[in-house]
Structures are given as C-alpha cells and as structure tokens.
C-alpha cells in the first residue's frame, strides 16, 4: 500500500503547526522560526570556523547564537506565533549550538592533545546537553515551580557559554588553558552535571528593577556593551566567574535539602 495519504496528513499538520491556514498565512507568524535558523546557521557555521582554526569568530558566532536564542520565544510569544513545530525547531537548534558546536570548538582548541579522554568529556558535555534539552521539553507544560521563578539545572545557552570559559581565558590573554587538556576536560564535563543537575540557576522573569534605579541599570547595560565592543573576551570570561559564583551560591543555600 502506498504512504501518500498518511504523508499527505502529515504534510497537513505541518502547516497547520506553522501558520493554521493552508491557502495563506501572516508573514509575521514565521518571523520566530527564521530567528531560530538565523541562530541555527551562527552555530553551524562556528564549527567552520573551529576547522580553520579561526577561534575569535567561531567564539563571536556562538555568543550571537546564544543572544539569539532568546529572541526567538519571546517573539513568539508576542505575535502569538508560537507552535509545537517551532518549539521543536528551536529545541533542536539549542542541541547543535549549544550542544554539539561548543562540544567540537573545546575538542579542537584544547582536547585534540588528549583525543581518547578529550573525546569522553566532549560526548560527556553533548549527552549532559541533550538530556537537559529533553527534559526542558517534557516539562514545558509542567505548572511553574514554586517561588521565585527560576531555571532547574544551567540552560543549555548559560551552558555553552560556561563551556566556551577556557576559550574566553585564552583568548583574553589571561591564561594559555590549551596547556592544560585534562583539567579543561574535567571542567567540560562538570559543565555538563550543572546542565543535568537540579541546581535552582537564575531566570530573567525573577529580576525586577525598580523604577528609581532603571536609569542606572540602563548605563550598566551601556557599560557592558561598551567593554564587549573593545575587550570581549575579558568581559566575557569575567561574566562566566560571576555566573558561577552565582550558581556556587546557589548550589551552597540547597545544600540542607541534599542531606
């Protein structure tokens, strides 16, 4: 028996995940979707870039990606766009950026000098990554947790970014971590435990500002951006310390609830 009228339905569901209408839909309902490929392609082609050896870019591509990241959901969520077809899109763009570009960028930089133990860690890291992904996904209709609202264990963008902190020393000129693979190897792999972990992590929908203080979080912001455009991986490598102290505060204050 042919499969066309099952490939026909399947086709039919498609369309009606991305747009409802099969004749015609809003192009602003695909705007979040080509967010996600735009972020997609960054984190694809950093793995180019890593083979040419060219790691400021391939670095620059996946920050690109992981600022992305955050754009495609809340666009969704705004044009009432959002779908199960984009949300597995995006998850399966978080994999490859977040997932396997960073796994491979850490393997070429550092890893390739220890292949057999590098390569554990790498797949150590992309699997931590993966589950994290899945278990984001079985959850995300789950009601919110209690109290403040937060992320359980490290988002897999915080992840690769994590991830990328031995890059970001090296390249700042800080510290020559491609001299010491075994302890960036065990470094990645407690990247991918905090991914995994149930360690509460910070969300953006817990912060509030007060109003007679937005003038001076909007100045900060400026002085962030400012210190990226002229000492990016500095800033970047100095943002990864102060997230980890966060998640070492975090992980202290939960400590009774693991006895």
Not at 185 to 190: D, E, F, S, T
Not at 213 to 229: E, F, P, Q, Y
Request: aromatic share 10%; charged share 15%; glycine share 8%.
């Amino acid at each position: 028996m042919s499969d066309e009228p099952q490939n026909e339905c399947e086709d039919a569901a498609l369309e009606d995940e991305i747009g409802g209408d099969r004749v015609s839909m809003p192009i602003l309902s695909l705007l979040p979707n080509l967010v996600t490929l735009i972020g997609l392609s960054a984190g694809l082609t950093s793995i180019r870039y890593v083979l040419q050896e060219n790691y400021q870019v391939a670095a620059a591509l996946l920050v690109v990606a992981a600022l992305i990241d955050g754009l495609d959901g809340l666009l969704a969520r705004k044009l009432n766009a959002a779908s199960h077809f984009g949300a597995e899109l995006d998850s399966l763009s978080d994999f490859l950026c977040f997932g396997v570009a960073p796994g491979i960028f850490i393997y070429h930089f550092t890893l390739h000098s220890v292949p057999g133990l590098g390569w554990v860690f790498v797949l150590v890291y992309a699997l931590s990554a993966c589950l994290r992904l899945a278990r984001f996904n079985v959850s995300r209709n789950a009601p919110a947790p209690q109290g403040v609202a937060h992320f359980v264990g490290v988002p897999a963008p915080a992840g690769a970014m994590l991830a990328l902190f031995p890059v970001f020393l090296a390249l700042a000129g800080w510290f020559e971590t491609r001299e010491w693979p075994i302890l960036v190897a065990i470094y990645l792999g407690g990247v991918g435990v905090l991914m995994i972990s149930r360690v509460p992590t910070p969300s953006p929908k817990a912060i509030n500002v007060p109003r007679n203080r937005a003038i001076w979080v909007l100045m900060g912001v400026a002085v962030v951006v400012g210190a990226l455009a002229t000492r990016p991986w500095a800033v970047l490598a100095l943002l990864c310390v102060i997230y980890l102290a966060v998640l070492l505060r975090q992980a202290w204050a939960r400590r009774s609830t693991w006895r």
